[in-house]
């Protein structure tokens, strides 16, 4: 019997949050990760490009045997979904519904707040898939956060001062319309790395609004659209990269919680 | 009689800090000013791609009309400049060894601090051309300063804690092997936004070293090569972007302090 092989695809690193989820989820299971590094930060660029650039990754991903992709890039979700399920044979899931439907289940009312990066507020993807669930999104954009935990900054004190200003911000805008988040969601995937230090900047601003992580979210809804997995085998990954193999290597580790010992150099063009 | 049209390239906006440094000493002059924003950051890529980069936006450039080449990006000035010369038939000037230069007429000692991105320091091209002129340079990488600038936080009390910690840290560094810098080079063109700042933290630092700006520095060192200029016109410029055109008249217009009217979008490919 051939082992489960799941890809899973990111223009970087971030998207090992959403691996470091899966893995403990499917036992015996082989992942492929790809993170499309050369050609990052996918959110400045058009829409055509980042779904040529996703639709190549997730074929290369395909056609290395995986019968399962997961898009773990909030950008390429929210720009190149439908084209990358057009382009391939296999299931294929992003990381924003899943993230709006567990913080539908995690919000007391229909207010929630999204932090995310300028280019996937801009798309207003989290908005559109939550307003699909009966809930009305306000999105924060937060450029700085990826920086800061791409520094290793993640319990540093000028982290902790962007957090109150971001978050002071968010929840002043929503203020001023008589809205209370009761959930707030990580819409990217470097921010499940300062969970903690955002659940303590909201307690400091009294919000007792719940964290939702929409890596973990992500990772649930792969597993239950697979169906149950047994093995008395943990699972497996490799990992792929298009340039910079050093900086996945050590920042990935970060991020994956567990060490990254090589890392394959791949060439998509251009 | 034609006017003389200057080229000025960067991956992003930046160099639009050594733009503003030109047009007051080139009356009369005309200036193209290329963005390669479609595959900024340089930083993370191989040589082969920056140089592919560089080259085909410097010989853009040059089909335009442009008698004289500035290349105002410190990664494709470390790692292409060489190529960049094969490949097209009128002068380039770089960003670094101007800076240098600088940096060795203010420095009252042969140690010099040069503050930069992670790939401007990875590539050691400021030590390298600093030891040319006799100078000891010590690299300091400044991930944050860039996302800040991007930010806006130019004054931002944030933006001096970031300072305080990367410039005390430099300054330790260097005192631990005897040493303290009689000069500060920038070597981003992002980091000119917040000269003052650097400046101000130095000095509350008790750190009498001169801050060099090398943006300033190329633009003087374009302008001796080029000989006298004299018109009573302005300069006048005109911008192109490969992408984000939005981002990129909103941020420019904080680099160039002045207003951009418009950018043209343009298509190298890939």
């Given at each position: 019997?051939?082992?489960?092989?799941?890809?899973?695809?990111?223009?970087?690193?971030?998207?090992?949050?959403?691996?470091?989820?899966?893995?403990?989820?499917?036992?015996?299971?082989?992942?492929?990760?790809?993170?499309?590094?050369?050609?990052?930060?996918?959110?400045?660029?058009?829409?055509?490009?980042?779904?040529?650039?996703a639709v190549e990754s997730a074929r290369f991903l395909e056609d290395k045997g995986c019968?399962?992709?997961?898009?773990?890039?909030?950008?390429?979700?929210?720009?190149?979904?439908?084209?990358?399920?057009?382009?391939?044979?296999?299931?294929?899931?992003?990381?924003?519904?899943?993230?709006?439907?567990?913080?539908?289940?995690?919000?007391?009312?229909?207010?929630?707040?999204?932090l995310a990066t300028d280019a996937t507020v801009s798309s207003h993807a989290y908005r559109?898939?939550?307003?699909?669930?009966?809930?009305r999104a306000h999105e924060k954009a937060c450029p700085l956060l990826v920086p800061l935990?791409?520094?290793?900054?993640?319990?540093?004190?000028?982290?902790?001062?962007?957090?109150?200003?971001?978050?002071?911000?968010?929840?002043?805008?929503?203020?001023?319309?008589?809205?209370?988040?009761?959930?707030?969601?990580?819409?990217?995937?470097?921010?499940?790395?300062?969970?903690?230090?955002?659940?303590?900047?909201?307690?400091?601003?009294?919000?007792?609004?719940?964290?939702?992580?929409?890596?973990?979210?992500?990772?649930?809804?792969?597993?239950?659209?697979?169906?149950?997995?047994?093995?008395?085998?943990?699972?497996?990954?490799?990992?792929?990269?298009?340039?910079?193999?050093?900086?996945?290597?050590?920042?990935?580790?970060?991020?994956?919680?567990?060490?990254?010992?090589?890392?394959?150099?791949?060439?998509?063009?251009?």
């Open positions: 019997m051939t082992r489960n092989t799941i890809g899973v695809f990111d223009s970087g690193f971030g998207g090992l949050t959403v691996l470091r989820a899966l893995l403990p989820l499917f036992p015996g299971s082989h992942f492929l990760y790809l993170g499309d590094t050369a050609r990052l930060p996918y959110g400045a660029k058009s829409q055509a490009t980042i779904a040529r650039y019968q399962r992709l997961v898009i773990a890039c909030n950008t390429a979700t929210a720009l190149a979904l439908p084209d990358i399920r057009d382009n391939v044979g296999v299931p294929v899931t992003g990381v924003i519904l899943p993230g709006a439907q567990a913080a539908r289940a995690a919000a007391t009312g229909e207010d929630i707040l999204v559109d898939n939550a307003a699909s669930l009966g809930l935990v791409e520094e290793g900054w993640i319990e540093h004190p000028v982290l902790y001062d962007v957090l109150r200003i971001y978050l002071r911000e968010a929840l002043h805008e929503m203020a001023e319309q008589g809205r209370v988040p009761s959930a707030v969601l990580l819409g990217c995937t470097h921010y499940p790395l300062i969970a903690d230090p955002i659940r303590r900047v909201l307690r400091e601003l009294d919000c007792p609004a719940t964290v939702v992580d929409s890596a973990e979210a992500t990772a649930a809804e792969v597993a239950a659209a697979a169906g149950p997995q047994s093995s008395l085998h943990a699972a497996t990954f490799e990992c792929f990269a298009t340039d910079s193999v050093q900086k996945f290597a050590r920042l990935g580790s970060l991020f994956l919680q567990r060490p990254i010992h090589s890392v394959n150099l791949l060439d998509l063009g251009g």
